[in-house]
C-alpha cells in the first residue's frame, strides 16, 4: 500500500534538484505547453506572495521501477513560437539511476519547468516568419523593472500582473533599471556579506523616489527564491508504474485535462519513439476518421490486458515487432468487411465493435470460413447495443469467449451469451426505436444494404407523415387508438429510408397519394425497399393493420440479419 508524507522545501533546492538529476518527470508526462505571459504570471504570484498550489511527488527506488521504466529530464532550454507559447519539445527519454534519481514529478510539471526555465535554462523567440526546423531564434531575458513610476498597471483589468515582470529580447536596449531575475543567483547576492551592496549596485540607476521600491523586489525575491519553502509538496512511496499513472491522470491539474489514452501513447513512445509516425501510415484511407485510440486498444487486445488498458514494455515490444502482423490483420479486417458490404470507415466513431474480429482475424487464419457468424456478431453488438456500457469488460469477454471457440467466432458462442442471444424481448425492443435513434439508424442501414447505393445520402422518413397526426382523427378511429397511432408515429415499422431529394419531393404528402403517384415498376420497388406487404392498405384509416403487418415483417426481416 502506497504511503503518503507532506513536506515542502525552497525553490532553489528544488532546481537544485532538477539540476542534479535528482527530479525526473515519468515518460508519460505531456510535452511543456506554457507560454511566455504564464511564466511571467507565476513569478508574478510569487512576489504577491500567492501560493503556487500543492506539487505531487512519486518516490522511485529499486522496488517500483524497473530498467524498461523510461523518464524525461527537465527542459533546459525553450523556444517560444510568435505567439509567445511553446514550441512542442521532445523530452530526451532515458533510464535513471536510482542511487542518484529518487524522485519523478507526477503534478506540477508546467511550474516547475518554467521556474528551472527562468533561473537556471535559456529562452528564445523564433522570429515571426521563420520555420520551426531552421534553428533561427534570438535570446530573450526575464526582466522585472524596479522603477516605480515606469510601471502602468491596470486595476480595472482582470487577472493582470501588479509588477513588471515580462521576457525580452531587446538585450541590447535594456532599460538601466531593469533587473534580469537569474541574476538573483550570483554568489554577491547569494553572500549575506555581500548582499546589500549587490542590491545597491543593482539600483544604482533606479531614481531616489523608487529605491526603497527596488530595494524590496531584490529582497522579497531573494527570500521567495532562496528562504521561504515555497515547493509545498505530497510525496508518494513504494507505488508501482501502473498506479502512478493512475493517480497522474487524476491528479493532474494544469491546462487541459488529460485523457487516459493521452497517456498510455506517451508512454509508448517511451518504448517506441517512432510509434505515432508508423500510426500514421495506418490512418489513411478508410481508417483515416480513426485516431491513435483505436491502434492502442487493438494492441492491448491482442498483447496485454484490454481491462487494466496499461501499455508496457512487452506490449510495446510485441507490437513493434510484429508491426507488419498488426497490420496485416486490420487490413483483413477492412476486407471482410468488404465481403459484406460493409465499409470500415462506417466504424470510426464506434470502432469497439470491430476489436473482437481484430482479435479473431489475427488469430485465425482460415477466418473467412465464419463469415456468416462475424456479421451476426457485428449486428447483434450494434442491435443490441452491447458496448454502451462496460466496454472493456465487454471487449475482454469476447476475447476469452472465442479463445474456448478455438479461436472461432460461432453462432453458438453467441447463443450462450446474455448479452448477445436473440430474444423476443430484444427484438421488440429494436421496433420500438424512434426516428432519429442511433439503433433505428443502424437497423435501416443493415436492412437495406442490398439496394441502398454509398455515394447516395440516404434519411429516415416517414411513411405515413407525421404531420399527418397532428391533424383532426379519421372519423372511423376512436380516441384511444388515434392516441396509440400517434405514439407509434416515430416507431420503426413507420419508417423508411429514402433518398434525400426524393425525401425532399415527398414531404408532407400522404403515403397514399405517394404511392399512387408512382408507376408499376416504382411501386414493385417500394414494396421492396420499403418492406410493406403488397396487400396492405396505405389509407390512414387502416394506420393500425399497416403497422402491426410491417411490425411482423421487420421482425422476421431483423431476425434473419441475426442469425
Given amino acids: 500500500m502506497s504511503r503518503l508524507s507532506d513536506s515542502s ?7 537544485q534538484n532538477i539540476e542534479e ?26 512576489l504577491l506572495d500567492y501560493p503556487i498550489a500543492t506539487f505531487l ?15 524525461c529530464n527537465f ?3 525553450v523556444t517560444f513560437d510568435s505567439r509567445k507559447q ?24 508546467q511550474r516547475l519547468t518554467s521556474l528551472f526555465l527562468s533561473l537556471f535554462g535559456e529562452a528564445n523567440l523564433r522570429p515571426k516568419n521563420a520555420r520551426r526546423n531552421t534553428g533561427d531564434r534570438i535570446l530573450t531575458k526575464l526582466l522585472i523593472e524596479l522603477n516605480k513610476n515606469k510601471i502602468a498597471v491596470d486595476e480595472e483589468e482582470y487577472n493582470s500582473k501588479k509588477f513588471d515582470i515580462k521576457f525580452s529580447d531587446k538585450i541590447g536596449k535594456l532599460s538601466p533599471t531593469q533587473f534580469e531575475l537569474k541574476n538573483i543567483l550570483d554568489d554577491n547576492f547569494r553572500d549575506e556579506t555581500t548582499r546589500e551592496s549587490a542590491i545597491e549596485e543593482a539600483i544604482v540607476n533606479v531614481p531616489a523616489d523608487s529605491k526603497d521600491y527596488a530595494r524590496d523586489i531584490l529582497n522579497k525575491l531573494y527570500n521567495k ?77 491482442l498483447y496485454g490486458d484490454v481491462v487494466k488498458s496499461n501499455i508496457n514494455k512487452k506490449i510495446a515490444e510485441n507490437l513493434k515487432n510484429d508491426w507488419e502482423g498488426f497490420k496485416t490483420a486490420l487490413f483483413n479486417v477492412e476486407e471482410l468487411l468488404k465481403e459484406m458490404k460493409i465499409d470500415v470507415s462506417r466504424f470510426a466513431n464506434s470502432w469497439n465493435v470491430l476489436l473482437p474480429i481484430v482479435y479473431y482475424v489475427y488469430y485465425n487464419s482460415d477466418y473467412k470460413k465464419n463469415l456468416k457468424a462475424v456479421r451476426s456478431y457485428l449486428l447483434r453488438a450494434i442491435f443490441f447495443t452491447y458496448f454502451q456500457s462496460g466496454t472493456t469488460g465487454k471487449l475482454q469477454q469476447m476475447k476469452s469467449n472465442i479463445n474456448s471457440f478455438d479461436y472461432e467466432i460461432s453462432i453458438e458462442m453467441l447463443d450462450q451469451m446474455n448479452d448477445l442471444r436473440i430474444t423476443d424481448g430484444k427484438i421488440e425492443d429494436i421496433l420500438n426505436m424512434e ?14 444494404l442490398d439496394w441502398t447505393n454509398k455515394n447516395f445520402k440516404y434519411e429516415q422518413d416517414h411513411l405515413h407523415p407525421d404531420n399527418r397526426f397532428n391533424e383532426a382523427k379519421p372519423v372511423s378511429v376512436s380516441i384511444d387508438n388515434w392516441k396509440t397511432w400517434r405514439g407509434n408515429r416515430n416507431r420503426l415499422p413507420n419508417l423508411h429510408l429514402l433518398e434525400g431529394r426524393s425525401n425532399g419531393s415527398k414531404s408532407d404528402m400522404r403515403l397514399i397519394d405517394y404511392y399512387n403517384d408512382m408507376n408499376d415498376d416504382q411501386k414493385k420497388d417500394f414494396h421492396n425497399q420499403a418492406m410493406i406487404a403488397n396487400d396492405v392498405s396505405l389509407e390512414i384509416d387502416d394506420f393500425d393493420v399497416f403497422y402491426e403487418t410491417r411490425k411482423t415483417v421487420l421482425a422476421e426481416k431483423i431476425q434473419m440479419l441475426l442469425k
Avoid: C, H
Fill in 9 to 15: 522545501i525552497t525553490i532553489y533546492e528544488a532546481l
Fill in 225 to 301: 527564491i532562496f528562504t521561504e519553502k515555497l515547493i509545498r509538496y505530497t510525496e508518494i512511496k513504494d507505488m508501482k508504474q501502473d498506479d502512478a499513472l493512475e493517480m497522474f491522470v487524476r491528479f493532474n491539474s494544469g491546462g487541459k485535462a488529460l485523457r487516459k489514452s493521452e497517456i498510455t501513447m506517451s508512454i509508448l513512445e517511451a518504448y517506441w519513439p517512432s510509434a505515432k509516425t508508423e500510426f500514421g501510415k495506418i490512418l489513411v484511407n478508410s481508417y483515416d476518421k480513426f485516431d491513435t485510440d483505436f491502434i492502442i486498444r487493438a494492441a492491448l487486445m
Fill in 21 to 46: 538529476g535528482k527530479y525526473v518527470m515519468p515518460a508519460f508526462q505531456r510535452q511543456f505547453v506554457w507560454g511566455m505571459e504564464q511564466i511571467e504570471k507565476l513569478w508574478d504570484s510569487i
Fill in 75 to 77: 527542459l533546459s532550454s
Fill in 57 to 71: 511527488f512519486w518516490n522511485v527506488d529499486q522496488s517500483n521501477v524497473t530498467g524498461d521504466t523510461y523518464f
Fill in 86 to 109: 511553446a514550441d512542442t519539445a521532445n523530452y530526451e527519454l532515458t533510464g535513471i539511476n536510482v542511487e542518484d534519481t529518487d524522485t519523478a514529478v507526477l503534478d506540477g510539471q
Fill in 435 to 448: 426516428k432519429g435513434s442511433r439503433v433505428a439508424g443502424e437497423v435501416m442501414y443493415y436492412l437495406n
